[in-house]
């Protein structure tokens, strides 16, 4: 054997026993079932240090709320009668307040008191206060970017009141899985178009951007009292506009996503409404499926219910006139009327064009009232226009000495909406009532 082929198998050997070795755990791991994986954490304003954490996390047990923490059966009380409650248990999760000086090491103060180490590796959502996103956010934003241990995937949602007690409210009523309970309501996003959905990294590469201003989910608690009782309205009131906390409901889970809260530089200054964050997702490409209702033009006081999905991409165009920007949006909408009064035949071509002009003429206007709100009032591009503007810019210097923020309120924007009803439903025709139906079906 020759001396190279001994040296080859000398560290073959070598490599072997050293991969036996250090195949063990090493000092600093943790096994699954020795940390508390947290799935909500939200931020208040402290009182006696720099900020209010609040953390919910799973009982692991078996059973979710039926397993108590002080033993026995299902029930709000445990063991000696002590309400459930006073311990922090929500339906299966614990829910827990500390304040410190900063969101990592409050995390080492909840690990005085909990037995398995808290862990952000697989943290759903982050909840901040209103109150708290008006005053700024940056410093909360970089401490849970930068921390290694941070899920990446993490949602985030301004709450309307305290973070607490809108995480108090986050119960799971429909499965027995709190984890899959938070992914599927944030995926409702994608099935209705009423709240948006933004990551945390999402939130913070936004809001350091020189093309656009940043947004996230608005979200808060419905206390159940307002759905009113009492005789009916003689005429039907129809309302699209609901903030969180507005809707008339009654039981299911209080805490409700319904709007959008607009940032500029980490600081919230406005909301959008259910009817304009459509909108909103509608320019911005984030609008995957949902309804529309729209007033019916032949009976005054009945809706037509429209499915509404893209046609075609949103178009934006961007041209300068000196320093004043002029941006055109042009949007391709395809619709499918889901209900509507039976006597109105939309079924017919030509009257299929004019509920389709009509339709125009609704989201337009809608779209405008809406961009100009945001634009003027909040003088946030929360629609990305900037990412269009910049083209027209040689070098980032010069992009960033035009300043869009302070530029794109004045900018003058033109939208035009175009929508194209495809499908009637499942009717190919509809017929009037009364005596005038057999004459118009001669």
Not at 109 to 135: D, G, P, Y
Request: net charge negative; with cysteine.
């Amino acid at each position: 054997m020759s001396v190279k082929m001994a040296k080859v198998l000398a560290l073959l050997a070598m490599a072997a026993v050293l991969s036996s070795i250090f195949t063990g755990c090493l000092s600093d791991a943790l096994e699954v079932d020795d940390e508390a994986f947290v799935l909500v954490l939200g931020i208040d304003e402290a009182v006696g240090n720099a900020v209010r954490v609040t953390i919910q996390y799973p009982t692991y047990k078996r059973g979710g709320s039926g397993s108590g923490i002080l033993g026995g059966g299902g029930g709000d009380e445990g063991g000696g009668g002590v309400s459930r409650r006073e311990f922090g248990e929500v339906d299966g999760t614990i829910v827990t307040t500390i304040e410190g000086p900063t969101i990592v090491e409050a995390m080492d103060f909840f690990n005085t008191s909990i037995s398995r180490r808290i862990s952000l590796a697989h943290i759903k959502l982050l909840v901040v206060s209103e109150s708290v996103a008006k005053q700024g956010i940056r410093d909360y934003i970089d401490q849970m970017v930068r921390f290694m241990e941070t899920s990446r995937i993490v949602q985030l949602v301004v709450c309307k009141g305290k973070a607490e007690d809108f995480i108090r409210e986050n119960v799971t009523l429909t499965g027995e899985s709190p984890s899959k309970n938070m992914e599927l309501m944030i995926l409702q996003s994608e099935n209705i178009g009423l709240f948006p959905r933004v990551t945390l990294p999402q939130f913070e590469r936004d809001s350091k951007s020189p093309l656009r201003s940043s947004y996230t989910a608005y979200a808060g608690i419905n206390d159940f009292q307002n759905l009113a009782d009492g005789p009916a309205a003689s005429e039907k009131v129809f309302k699209w506009r609901y903030f969180p906390g507005e809707l008339p409901r009654q039981g299911g889970v209080k805490r409700e996503f319904l709007g959008t809260a607009v940032f500029r530089d980490y600081r919230m200054v406005g909301v959008l409404d259910s009817l304009e964050t459509t909108f909103f997702l509608l320019v911005s490409r984030k609008f995957q499926k949902g309804f529309l209702s729209v007033e019916d033009m032949d009976a005054p006081g009945h809706a037509i219910l429209l499915r509404l999905y893209y046609e075609d991409s949103p178009k934006i165009g961007v041209k300068f006139q000196g320093d004043k920007a002029f941006i055109d949006l042009k949007l391709k909408l395809s619709a499918d009327i889901g209900a509507m009064r039976g006597e109105s035949n939309y079924e017919r071509i030509d009257k299929l064009e004019k509920l389709s002009r009509h339709i125009e003429s609704v989201i337009e206007e809608g779209m405008k009232k809406m961009i100009e709100k945001v634009q003027k009032e909040f003088k946030a591009d929360i629609f990305g226009f900037g990412q269009k503007a910049a083209g027209n810019f040689l070098t980032i210097q010069e992009w960033e000495k035009y300043d869009w923020d302070s530029r794109f309120p004045e900018a003058e924007i033109n939208v035009d909406v175009t929508v194209d009803v495809r499908r009637t439903g499942l009717i190919f025709k509809s017929h009037p009532l009364g005596i005038n139906a057999t004459q118009e079906n001669r």
